[in-house]
């Protein structure tokens, strides 16, 4: 029970079960977090090594039963990925105060809910935070004034728990991806969008799930130990050219 422990947030699909999985190859024991039950038993059945925790992160109560049924399940914890997020594109006007909330909830409170808890476990273990922000985070596009907004705070909340947890050894850093691969994505994005980003994009496609999660999992391990308050763009260089994609103001 003395092995390495991680929370991967939002880990029923796409990056978090990627990470989950990566984690779990170098043989570190995974909470798996997601609320969605029905998809994350469909995820755990073949992960059996695996702790499948229905919550959600938006929820103090939940948040502090994730931490305290894995702390009893490993006996310790030692990473948290922030994962778990909720996107909700749309015109400015048509951005109503429910679903601002429904973004914020997940996608920021649930960070600061999720680390605040997590804190406690992470001090014993001089751990690590990443929480999963967004390239919408770097840089302003249309249809995402509640998504993009609530990447940019996690970026900055990211920085506020560097600074402030560093001296118990914790590090804290975000990882903004790019365009990726996911079924989701396939399925919403149209042809045009496909060759807009693969045009905008130096290495010329859509990154991979497992690609951002190699980044995350270095972030969490050992190799990262001076490295903290940082964010990192895992989106192939996409961030850097600043170039704006018409295909997708549409």
């Given at each position: 029970?003395?092995g390495?422990?991680?929370?991967?947030?939002?880990?029923?699909?796409?990056i978090g079960?990627?990470?989950?999985?990566?984690?779990?190859e170098?043989?570190?024991r995974?909470?798996?977090?997601?609320?969605?039950?029905?998809?994350?038993?469909?995820?755990?059945?073949s992960?059996?090594?695996?702790?499948?925790?229905?919550?959600?992160?938006?929820?103090?109560?939940d948040?502090d039963?994730?931490?305290?049924?894995?702390?009893?399940?490993?006996?310790?914890?030692?990473?948290?990925v922030?994962?778990?997020?909720?996107?909700?594109?749309?015109?400015i006007?048509?951005?109503?105060?429910?679903?601002?909330?429904?973004?914020?909830?997940?996608?920021?409170?649930?960070?600061?809910?999720?680390?605040q808890?997590?804190?406690?476990?992470?001090?014993?273990?001089?751990?690590?935070?990443?929480?999963?922000?967004?390239?919408?985070?770097?840089?302003?596009?249309?249809?995402?004034?509640?998504y993009?907004?609530?990447?940019?705070?996690?970026?900055?909340?990211?920085?506020?728990?560097?600074?402030?947890l560093?001296?118990?050894?914790?590090?804290?850093?975000?990882?903004?991806p790019?365009?990726?691969?996911?079924?989701?994505?396939?399925?919403?994005?149209?042809?045009?969008?496909i060759?807009?980003?693969?045009?905008?994009?130096?290495?010329?496609?859509?990154?991979?799930?497992?690609e951002?999660a190699?980044?995350i999992?270095?972030?969490?391990s050992?190799k990262a130990?001076?490295?903290?308050?940082q964010?990192?763009?895992?989106?192939?260089?996409?961030?850097?050219?600043?170039?704006?994609?018409?295909?997708?103001?549409?």
């Amino acid at each position: 029970m003395d092995g390495k422990c991680a929370i991967v947030t939002g880990a029923a699909r796409g990056i978090g079960l990627a990470t989950a999985d990566l984690f779990r190859e170098a043989g570190w024991r995974v909470a798996m977090v997601d609320r969605d039950s029905a998809e994350l038993a469909r995820a755990e059945a073949s992960r059996g090594d695996a702790l499948a925790l229905a919550r959600d992160v938006s929820n103090p109560q939940d948040v502090d039963a994730i931490m305290r049924e894995t702390a009893a399940w490993a006996g310790r914890i030692d990473a948290l990925v922030n994962n778990a997020g909720v996107a909700e594109f749309g015109p400015i006007e048509d951005c109503d105060f429910e679903m601002w909330r429904r973004v914020m909830a997940t996608n920021l409170d649930g960070v600061f809910l999720c680390t605040q808890a997590a804190t406690p476990y992470l001090k014993e273990t001089a751990g690590a935070v990443v929480n999963i922000a967004s390239i919408s985070g770097l840089r302003a596009s249309t249809l995402r004034v509640a998504y993009g907004t609530s990447k940019a705070a996690v970026i900055h909340l990211t920085r506020q728990q560097a600074a402030e947890l560093g001296e118990y050894g914790i590090r804290c850093n975000a990882v903004c991806p790019g365009p990726v691969r996911t079924k989701l994505a396939m399925a919403v994005h149209t042809q045009e969008i496909i060759d807009a980003y693969h045009d905008a994009i130096p290495l010329n496609r859509y990154g991979s799930e497992r690609e951002i999660a190699e980044v995350i999992c270095f972030l969490c391990s050992d190799k990262a130990s001076y490295v903290t308050g940082q964010v990192i763009a895992a989106d192939g260089g996409f961030e850097s050219t600043g170039v704006g994609l018409p295909a997708l103001r549409r």
